[in-house]
């Protein structure tokens, strides 16, 4: 409860700063809403990690941010759709749907525009050891967590249901708790895996790890093979080993990118303005979460990304020589 009024509040507040022009003046400042996900995830340190290099330099481009939790990529593009958002992390394979109309969007969203692609985020299953799961298949008749409607990992989850020529039914029961909620109710033995397509490491599986004996499942039967061969946006990815305790062995799954995306309606020089932000800062941005320590321009303004560039975005990139 405590968390909605947060969020509700939180929002409220920045749909005050929601229409944009460009500002004319230091004195003239423009608020802007960053969509993140849930506060154990990754998203929500790239919101806040954003906004933190946008606001070093509120003084002279007039722009300041903020980056509230909120349910994840569907939500976010939605919430840019909308006008409630100005921009957001999205996952690549989300993107793309919004982008051409399909799955969860009805509509193709004409005007949504990449900005960047970010760290990897492979579809993470985690068990509770006493559970037994070690294969897609064995999560049959399991209470599972799909995830929140909104998030990106139920989008993956219904991608990956589907491909199986599986329903919610398969399971013991598939439960829609939000990103912050799964790793205390597997702590609580309510479920007994949760899916979750997010960075590493990360807070949540982190919490889950460190409070319940628990194990990552392998994702990568010939299913799996099958939908990484069709999809552009998905590939084979590796779960480290090591990362977090009683997961000593590297685990194969398969995953997309975080992305970062806007409106074609968000004026150039906003989006200009963030970009220069991030780009010129660099390094300090990467030292702000480790799922960014890899993260390479010339990557990011390529890979994963299925909508247009934003114009603002390219004029950076441009000046920059790397367009
Ligand atoms: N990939 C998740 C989603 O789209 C969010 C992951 C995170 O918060 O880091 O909802």
Request: aromatic letters at 8%; one cysteine or more; a negative charge.
């Amino acid at each position: 409860m405590k968390r909605h009024a947060l969020t509700a509040a939180v929002l409220s507040t920045a749909l005050m700063g929601a229409t944009l022009s460009a500002p004319a003046s230091a004195q003239d400042t423009q608020y802007i809403t960053i969509g993140t996900g849930g506060q154990t995830g990754v998203y929500y340190v790239v919101g806040q990690s954003v906004c933190r290099m946008v606001n070093r330099s509120a003084e002279e481009s007039g722009i300041r941010c903020n980056a509230p939790s909120t349910g994840g990529s569907v939500a976010n593009i939605n919430g840019i759709k909308s006008g409630e958002l100005n921009m957001g992390v999205a996952q690549s394979d989300v993107q793309y749907n919004a982008y051409n109309g399909e799955a969860q969007f009805d509509q193709p969203m004409e005007n949504l525009r990449s900005v960047f692609s970010l760290h990897g985020e492979p579809l993470t299953v985690l068990a509770r050891k006493d559970a037994d799961i070690h294969s897609i298949q064995d999560l049959k008749g399991k209470r599972v967590n799909i995830g929140n409607p909104g998030s990106g990992q139920r989008a993956t989850m219904e991608v990956l249901m589907n491909a199986e020529g599986w329903d919610t039914s398969v399971f013991s029961l598939a439960s829609e708790l939000g990103a912050a909620e799964m790793a205390s109710a597997l702590a609580d033995n309510n479920i007994d895996a949760m899916a979750y397509v997010v960075g590493h490491p990360n807070g949540a599986i982190q919490e889950a790890t460190t409070t319940v004996e628990s194990n990552l499942v392998p994702l990568d039967d010939d299913v799996v093979k099958g939908l990484v061969d069709k999809y552009p946006y998905y590939s084979m990815s590796t779960i480290p080993g090591g990362m977090y305790e009683g997961n000593p062995d590297d685990v194969q799954t398969f995953g997309v990118r975080a992305t970062f995306v806007t409106s074609a309606d968000v004026p150039d020089e906003v989006v200009y303005q963030t970009v220069k932000a991030v780009f010129d800062n660099f390094d300090r941005f990467k030292r702000l979460h480790p799922a960014f320590a890899n993260l390479k321009p010339e990557d990011m303004i390529s890979e994963g990304l299925s909508a247009p560039l934003h114009e603002g975005a390219k004029r950076y990139y441009k000046e920059q020589g790397w367009l």
